[in-house]
Protein backbone atom coordinates (compact mmCIF):
# COMPACT_ATOMS: atom_id res chain seq x y z
CA UNK A 1 0.00 0.00 0.00
CA UNK A 2 2.91 2.17 0.76
CA UNK A 3 4.57 1.90 -2.60
CA UNK A 4 1.12 2.29 -4.22
CA UNK A 5 0.56 5.47 -2.52
CA UNK A 6 4.01 6.82 -3.06
CA UNK A 7 3.41 5.85 -7.14
CA UNK A 8 0.82 8.02 -6.89
CA UNK A 9 2.20 10.79 -5.26
CA UNK A 10 4.80 10.48 -7.72
CA UNK A 11 2.78 10.60 -10.89
CA UNK A 12 0.77 13.43 -9.51
CA UNK A 13 4.01 15.82 -9.11
CA UNK A 14 4.85 14.56 -12.54
CA UNK A 15 1.83 15.18 -14.39
CA UNK A 16 1.30 18.65 -12.57
CA UNK A 17 5.45 19.45 -12.97
CA UNK A 18 4.82 18.53 -16.60
CA UNK A 19 1.79 21.15 -16.71
CA UNK A 20 -1.05 18.74 -16.51
CA UNK A 21 -3.68 18.54 -13.92
CA UNK A 22 -4.29 16.35 -10.98
CA UNK A 23 -7.69 16.11 -8.75
CA UNK A 24 -7.97 13.32 -6.02
CA UNK A 25 -6.29 10.37 -7.08
CA UNK A 26 -6.34 11.03 -10.88
CA UNK A 27 -5.02 13.02 -13.81
CA UNK A 28 -7.48 15.24 -15.19
CA UNK A 29 -6.90 15.89 -18.85
CA UNK A 30 -8.95 19.20 -19.16
CA UNK A 31 -9.99 20.90 -16.08
CA UNK A 32 -12.73 22.99 -17.09
CA UNK A 33 -14.74 20.44 -18.04
CA UNK A 34 -14.04 18.11 -15.08
CA UNK A 35 -14.96 20.89 -12.99
CA UNK A 36 -18.19 21.86 -15.05
CA UNK A 37 -19.18 18.36 -14.70
CA UNK A 38 -18.66 18.49 -10.79
CA UNK A 39 -20.48 21.02 -10.44
CA UNK A 40 -23.21 19.75 -12.30
CA UNK A 41 -23.39 16.81 -10.42
CA UNK A 42 -23.40 18.72 -7.31
CA UNK A 43 -26.16 20.85 -8.71
CA UNK A 44 -27.97 17.70 -9.46
CA UNK A 45 -27.33 16.19 -5.77
CA UNK A 46 -28.77 18.98 -4.23
CA UNK A 47 -32.36 18.95 -6.22
CA UNK A 48 -32.80 15.52 -5.45
CA UNK A 49 -31.82 16.03 -1.58
CA UNK A 50 -34.55 16.38 1.11
CA UNK A 51 -33.28 16.40 3.93
CA UNK A 52 -35.46 13.40 5.30
CA UNK A 53 -38.52 15.96 4.20
CA UNK A 54 -41.34 13.97 3.07
CA UNK A 55 -43.44 15.03 -0.05
CA UNK A 56 -46.22 17.03 2.10
CA UNK A 57 -43.34 18.33 4.14
CA UNK A 58 -41.68 20.41 0.85
CA UNK A 59 -45.05 21.44 0.08
CA UNK A 60 -45.29 22.94 3.64
CA UNK A 61 -41.45 24.52 3.42
CA UNK A 62 -42.94 25.87 -0.58
CA UNK A 63 -45.50 27.72 1.16
CA UNK A 64 -43.04 29.18 3.11
CA UNK A 65 -40.76 30.14 0.64
CA UNK A 66 -43.87 31.28 -1.29
CA UNK A 67 -44.38 33.80 1.91
CA UNK A 68 -47.60 32.25 3.16
CA UNK A 69 -49.26 32.27 6.39
CA UNK A 70 -50.26 28.98 7.83
CA UNK A 71 -53.68 29.35 7.40
CA UNK A 72 -53.35 29.86 3.72
CA UNK A 73 -51.06 27.47 3.39
CA UNK A 74 -53.69 24.84 4.75
CA UNK A 75 -56.03 26.14 2.65
CA UNK A 76 -54.25 25.55 -0.63
CA UNK A 77 -53.42 22.04 0.31
CA UNK A 78 -56.67 21.62 1.66
CA UNK A 79 -55.44 20.18 5.27
CA UNK A 80 -55.70 21.39 8.77
CA UNK A 81 -54.11 24.41 10.27
CA UNK A 82 -53.07 22.29 12.91
CA UNK A 83 -51.82 19.57 10.48
CA UNK A 84 -49.55 22.95 9.21
CA UNK A 85 -48.17 23.40 12.61
CA UNK A 86 -47.45 20.10 13.03
CA UNK A 87 -45.20 19.65 10.11
CA UNK A 88 -44.07 23.24 10.35
CA UNK A 89 -42.55 21.70 14.05
CA UNK A 90 -41.48 18.78 12.46
CA UNK A 91 -39.07 20.93 9.50
CA UNK A 92 -38.03 23.23 12.18
CA UNK A 93 -36.50 20.31 13.65
CA UNK A 94 -35.11 18.20 11.50
CA UNK A 95 -33.31 20.97 9.41
CA UNK A 96 -32.18 22.95 12.25
CA UNK A 97 -33.94 26.49 12.20
CA UNK A 98 -35.73 28.47 14.55
CA UNK A 99 -37.95 31.21 12.09
CA UNK A 100 -39.95 31.35 9.16
CA UNK A 101 -37.25 33.40 7.62
CA UNK A 102 -34.43 30.84 8.48
CA UNK A 103 -36.51 28.24 6.80
CA UNK A 104 -37.05 29.82 3.56
CA UNK A 105 -33.73 31.27 3.21
CA UNK A 106 -32.60 27.21 3.91
CA UNK A 107 -34.69 26.09 1.34
CA UNK A 108 -33.69 28.54 -1.22
CA UNK A 109 -29.69 27.83 -0.21
CA UNK A 110 -30.00 24.38 -0.59
CA UNK A 111 -32.31 23.85 -3.33
CA UNK A 112 -34.39 21.97 -1.76
CA UNK A 113 -36.91 20.72 -4.40
CA UNK A 114 -40.28 23.06 -3.83
CA UNK A 115 -43.58 23.46 -5.79
CA UNK A 116 -44.52 26.41 -7.79
CA UNK A 117 -47.35 27.91 -6.26
CA UNK A 118 -49.77 30.09 -8.31
Not at 77 to 95: G, N, P, Q, Y
Amino acid sequence: MKASATDVLLTAIQTVMAGGCWVGLKRVTNLMQYLQSQMQAAKNEARTKTYGLTRRKLEIVSGVVAAMGNKEIAGYFKIAEDTVKHHMSSVFDKLGVSTRLELALFAVNHQLPLITIH
